[in-house]
């Protein structure tokens, strides 16, 4: 059976930690649609949306030919607007790609959808490893893996560590998902943060703590989140060196 899919990028104005992130210039475009443009590369423009409750953000995205699903002010993260806007989309699943991801790798987002298919019972994440400096950063969740790939925790602590205090083998989370709209359903029938989900602030753990398999994708590290105004500063160099 051919599944329907769209890629959708929630994006929202009022973040707690870097308000109008979606918005801030990088060498000369917004960073959602650096975002939109890796998007579109992975798969036709028809098919990539931008999920916002924001005026600024929906006339800065149909100004460069973007296509926007408005989604409720009320959204307790990126994955609850997901949801909602796959209330109108109607699709099979979804890709969704986090919004402050600029500089994600096509070729990962193309990953992502193709391990969806191979296991479509499953919610699909990806991940790399982490550079050394950045294993005790907040800002970066943090992955464990089972051998065969399944997510068994995520957290912003360095992960794992030593009875000696040594950090090895540390992965980071890269924010390409893959939702079934039975997935989605259940997030939207969850409206409350699980209690991992809400010290960790890490809405993946919404899933791993209601029994639900996360199946990781390992990526190349080609990609840099931007949570705070120092990231922004450090994707504009990294933009301008490539």
């Given at each position: 059976?051919?599944?329907?899919?769209?890629i959708?990028?929630?994006?929202?104005y009022?973040?707690?930690?870097?308000p109008?992130?979606p918005?801030?210039?990088i060498?000369?475009?917004?960073?959602?649609q650096?975002?939109?443009?890796?998007?579109t590369?992975?798969?036709?423009?028809?098919?990539v949306?931008?999920?916002?409750?924001?005026?600024?953000?929906?006339?800065?995205?149909t100004?460069?030919g973007g296509?926007?699903?408005?989604?409720?002010?009320?959204?307790?993260?990126?994955?609850?607007?997901v949801?909602?806007?796959n209330?109108?989309?109607?699709?099979?699943?979804?890709?969704?790609?986090?919004?402050?991801?600029?500089m994600?790798n096509p070729?990962?987002?193309?990953?992502?959808?193709?391990r969806?298919?191979?296991k479509?019972?499953?919610?699909i994440?990806?991940?790399?490893?982490?550079q050394?400096e950045?294993?005790?950063?907040?800002?970066?969740?943090k992955v464990?893996?089972?051998k065969?790939?399944?997510?068994?925790?995520?957290?912003?602590?360095?992960?794992?560590?030593?009875?000696?205090g040594?950090?090895?083998?540390?992965?980071k989370?890269?924010?390409?998902y893959a939702?079934?709209?039975?997935?989605?359903?259940?997030?939207?029938?969850?409206?409350e943060?699980?209690?991992?989900?809400?010290i960790e602030?890490?809405?993946?753990?919404?899933?791993?703590e209601n029994?639900?398999n996360v199946?990781?994708?390992?990526?190349d590290?080609?990609?840099?989140?931007v949570d705070?105004?120092?990231?922004?500063?450090?994707?504009?160099?990294?933009?301008?060196?490539?």
């Amino acid at each position: 059976m051919h599944k329907k899919y769209a890629i959708v990028i929630p994006a929202r104005y009022k973040s707690s930690r870097f308000p109008g992130k979606p918005l801030a210039d990088i060498n000369g475009k917004t960073m959602i649609q650096h975002v939109w443009e890796k998007c579109t590369q992975a798969e036709d423009k028809s098919l990539v949306y931008i999920a916002t409750d924001d005026d600024r953000i929906e006339e800065v995205v149909t100004g460069f030919g973007g296509q926007v699903i408005r989604t409720s002010p009320d959204c307790l993260t990126g994955t609850d607007r997901v949801a909602e806007a796959n209330l109108q989309l109607e699709k099979d699943f979804i890709i969704n790609v986090q919004g402050d991801e600029p500089m994600i790798n096509p070729d990962d987002i193309v990953r992502v959808r193709e391990r969806y298919l191979q296991k479509p019972d499953f919610v699909i994440n990806a991940y790399t490893r982490i550079q050394s400096e950045d294993v005790f950063s907040t800002t970066i969740p943090k992955v464990v893996v089972s051998k065969t790939g399944n997510l068994l925790y995520m957290s912003r602590s360095a992960l794992p560590m030593s009875k000696n205090g040594n950090v090895c083998l540390s992965y980071k989370q890269v924010c390409i998902y893959a939702f079934s709209k039975e997935h989605l359903h259940f997030f939207l029938s969850h409206q409350e943060k699980t209690p991992l989900e809400y010290i960790e602030d890490i809405e993946i753990l919404r899933f791993l703590e209601n029994d639900i398999n996360v199946n990781m994708v390992e990526v190349d590290n080609s990609s840099m989140a931007v949570d705070t105004p120092e990231d922004l500063e450090g994707v504009r160099l990294l933009m301008s060196t490539r």
